[in-house]
């Protein structure tokens, strides 16, 4: 069964809940009997390495000069 992330606006704090699927989206009781929880979106990232995206501090030889296409690196009328 899936781990959920819920909020209950009574205690002002999350927690956590396994659910089937089916049921995720239901709103719940928190641990403290609290009615009216809802399902909170759980975000989950994972730290990126230089091993895999190449040297993190490097811009690829970038200068930072002018790239062309506005904003206003040129190739437009707006300067």
């Known amino acids: 069964m ?8 009574k205690c002002n704090e999350k927690f956590e ?10 709103e719940t009781s928190c641990p403290s009997g609290h009615p009216g929880s ?3 979106l ?3 990232a ?10 993190l501090g490097d811009l690829g030889g970038f200068d930072g000069g002018s790239t062309g296409g506005c904003a206003c690196g040129g190739a437009c009328s707006c300067g």
Do not use: K, N
């Open 46 to 55: 994972r730290p990126a390495t230089g091993d895999e995206f190449g040297d």
């Open 17 to 26: 809940m396994l659910r089937s699927i089916s049921r995720a989206d239901e």
């Open 38 to 40: 809802t399902r909170i």
């Open 2 to 9: 899936p781990l959920y992330e819920y909020y209950c606006p």
């Open 42 to 44: 759980s975000l989950v």
